[in-house]
């Protein structure tokens, strides 16, 4: 329960960390006495991030002010059974006569045993075919994919964490050292499903979507062959669909401090004052994508393409473009020796 638990005045970052390192989708809000002030889901965070809220500002605008709630005096079944199932909810608070928080129920308890991995229809497509340069001399020998990392390839993580949240429709886009690759991908246990598509040229990180064979009716996930990812997927395509996006980029938020004083001069260019060691924020594409079928009408056979410039010729289009921000700790970019370092100390 301790760790299900905020104050108000917390920050929007450091919100976002705890349901991250969490694993849970909700937090209880209260003050210094555990009495129940509201809730606050990944959701609300997602949205305040996206309206432009600080990382920085508190959280105490965007938390639900009226949660839903069980006295410990009368906890009756049906009830919050029907609270879970009918409002949706994650978490349900039980608080005494005084409303002070004695006790968070949580659906992965209140339903034990009773919820299984439901398989997903999606199509999940991995960009397996760059050169992966930044990660010499180690990418002349091996394929980017089969690079280890904690005694696996980084292919294997990826793969793992889709078909643990039900994703078995998984295809790998394939051109450098493919046949290295493909003889790896032959040996694991893996989803039966999982397919290779070979480029003859290479295509880009956008190009060789056009060879796949089969027309798609629902949105698939595009995920770069160098990213691990912790995050809910089938939480990403409901997002996806419920804001009826065209396409959908995963971004992470990011603080990056300058440890300067910075001088902020006017439009005249006079001193106005100096900011100190001033900190700000961003939201920072990570190469995971929900792509809807209406996307890849633009990409044309057998040429190359990146995703910046599919991007732009979305935007071109007046196609809706989402962003689904998620905290910094929550995926490792194995593409570059730094960050590669960092993820095999991290994860």
């Known amino acids: 329960m ?13 919100a976002l960390k705890k349901i991250s ?9 209260s003050n210094s006495s555990k009495i129940l002030l509201g ?8 949205r305040a991030i996206i309206k432009g809220y600080n990382l920085n500002s508190n959280i105490s605008k965007i938390y639900k002010k009226n949660p839903r709630f069980v006295v410990n005096d009368n906890l009756d079944k049906k009830k919050i059974n029907d609270y879970f199932l009918k409002s949706k909810l994650d978490l349900i608070p039980v608080v005494d006569s005084k409303k002070r928080i004695v006790d968070i129920l949580n659906w992965n308890d209140f339903f034990k045993n009773k919820e299984k991995v439901i398989n997903q229809t999606n199509h999940v497509i991995i960009m397996s075919g760059g050169k992966g340069t930044r990660l010499e001399p180690f990418t002349k020998i091996l394929p980017k994919p089969l690079i280890p ?17 039900g994703f078995r429709n998984i295809s790998m886009i394939v051109n450098y050292k493919a046949d290295i690759l493909k003889a790896y991908l032959s040996e694991i246990k893996t989803s039966k499903k999982l397919k290779i598509i070979q ?6 990180t956008a190009g060789g979507l056009s060879l796949l064979k089969k027309k798609l009716k629902d949105p698939l996930i595009l995920a770069n062959c160098d990213l691990i990812v912790n995050a809910n997927f089938t939480d990403l395509v409901k997002y996806h669909k419920k ?9 992470s938020t990011k603080n990056f401090s300058i440890p300067y004083g ?12 100096i900011l100190e060691k001033p900190s700000y924020n961003f939201l920072i594409n990570i190469g995971l994508y929900v792509l809807s079928p209406s996307i890849l009408k633009l990409i044309k056979k057998n040429s190359f393409l990146d ?14 473009i989402g962003v689904y921000p998620i905290d910094d700790s929550s995926w490792h970019d194995v593409g570059q020796w730094g960050e590669f370092t960092k993820t095999i100390k991290s994860l």
Do not use: Y
Not at 39 to 46: A, K, Y
Not at 243 to 251: G, I, Q, R, S, W
Not at 313 to 319: E, G, H, R, S
């Open 21 to 29: 390192d969490g694993g849970h989708r909700c937090l209880v809000v």
């Open 262 to 273: 910075v001088c902020d001069l006017s439009i005249s260019g006079n001193f106005k004052k």
């Open 243 to 251: 804001n009826k996006f065209d396409l959908t980029m995963v971004a």
């Open 199 to 204: 480029e003859k040229v290479p295509l880009g």
């Open 39 to 46: 809730t606050l889901s990944d959701g609300d965070l997602r």
């Open 307 to 320: 995703m910046n410039i599919l991007i732009d010729k979305a935007k071109k289009k007046k196609l809706k």
């Open 149 to 165: 990392v904690k005694e696996k390839p980084v292919i294997s993580h990826i793969i793992d964490r889709f078909e643990a949240q």
């Open 2 to 14: 301790k760790n299900l638990i905020i104050k108000k005045n917390i920050k929007i970052g450091e």
